[in-house]
């Protein structure tokens, strides 16, 4: 949350050149508070845990968070019960008719396929086409991320040689970007896919910029000029164990898998790896939360209808 001192306080400018958020009184008088509409696009198989996994983060704000969660409807989910689903989720036409504050886009184990054998593509494409207008700010994680940057932008995925697998030290590129004020100069993230996007193709392009990345891991963070859409690579809402849940899964269909790299301590699987990314996680979803959704929405966000 921003703090909030007087227009003229000596310190106000010291702060707002480190990227600290300072609100003047002015601005502050104006500002209404209503909770924000965020939706979840689950695209997982395992939805159970990523609604967790996400819930967690956005929880973790004191900001009032209205969440929906979304499912594709052209898509019969194999690992998710009817009844979960039915229970707890809707679908995009259920929720299109108002706008909404923030949305997030999921990963999605498709990776290897082209965008469009996915059985949802046609109804993504919709969906990102309608977050456009109507949407604040959308975050894509992981494949979403790939999804995102190919309808939108034309950035091709590239196949990678080995699995992007393990927990990566990254660094930021520039400073004074809200999205990453607070980070530590270095912070680590995992990652787990074998797809990557063209980093040719991004910075070719004059509306995206790589906010932060890994020397091992590449591109993490790449965000649109104006902040509506956010691209984040790697995998920061993971429990401590998701890789170690990943790697014993692929053992045990007899795949050849090399140990996700930094994670388990001494890389000996037998041992418990520590979680090192949970700072940074926290402070990637409150960062986005606040400074792209909150101070950036409308205060009455629904379209007027005559
Ligand atoms: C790159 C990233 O974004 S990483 C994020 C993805 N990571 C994960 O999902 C990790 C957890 N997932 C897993 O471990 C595995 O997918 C499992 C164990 C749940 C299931 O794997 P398998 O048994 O090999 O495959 P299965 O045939 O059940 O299909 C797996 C999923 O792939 C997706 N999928 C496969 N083919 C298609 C297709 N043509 N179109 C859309 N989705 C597809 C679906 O999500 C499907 O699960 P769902 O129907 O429950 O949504
Ligand atoms: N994180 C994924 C990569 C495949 O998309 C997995 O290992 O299940």
């Known amino acids: 949350m921003p703090i909030k001192i007087p227009d003229s306080l000596p310190a106000k400018e010291v702060l707002s050149g480190e990227n600290i958020f300072v609100m003047d009184e002015s601005q502050a008088f104006h500002q209404d508070i209503r909770p924000l509409r965020i939706a979840i696009l689950n695209l997982m198989p395992t939805k159970e845990t990523t609604e967790t996994q996400l819930l967690r983060l956005i929880g973790n704000s004191p900001l009032q968070v209205d969440v929906t969660l979304l499912h594709p409807r052209s898509h019969i989910s194999k690992n998710t019960s009817a009844e979960h689903l039915k229970s707890f989720y809707k679908t995009f036409d259920e929720i299109s008719h108002r706008r909404l504050d923030g949305l997030i ?119 649109t000029n104006d902040g509506k859409q956010i691209f984040v690579t790697g995998h920061s809402e993971y429990d401590p164990l998701s890789l170690k849940w990943e790697y014993d899964r692929d053992v045990s269909r007899g795949m050849e898998m090399a140990l996700p790299k930094h994670y388990f301590p001494k890389d000996d699987p037998e041992r418990t790896p520590p979680a090192v990314w949970r700072a940074h996680a926290n402070l990637l979803f409150s960062n986005w939360l606040n400074y792209y959704v909150y101070q950036e929405t409308p205060y009455d966000i629904d379209p007027i209808v005559y």
């Open 105 to 223: 886009v999921t990963g999605a184990p498709v990776e290897q396929m082209e965008f469009e054998e996915v059985s949802y593509w046609e109804e993504l494409k919709e969906i990102f086409e309608w977050s456009k207008d109507n949407v604040t700010s959308t975050m894509h994680i992981c494949w979403a991320a790939q999804a995102g940057l190919y309808h939108h932008f034309g950035v091709r995925k590239v196949a990678l040689p080995e699995k992007c697998f393990g927990v990566f030290a990254h660094t930021i590129n520039q400073n004074n970007i809200k999205l990453l004020r607070g980070f530590d100069e270095v912070f680590h993230v995992p990652h787990s896919r074998h797809t990557d996007v063209s980093r040719e193709d991004i910075e070719n392009n004059p509306d995206l910029q790589i906010l932060a990345e890994s020397e091992e891991a590449g591109m993490y963070l790449v965000a």
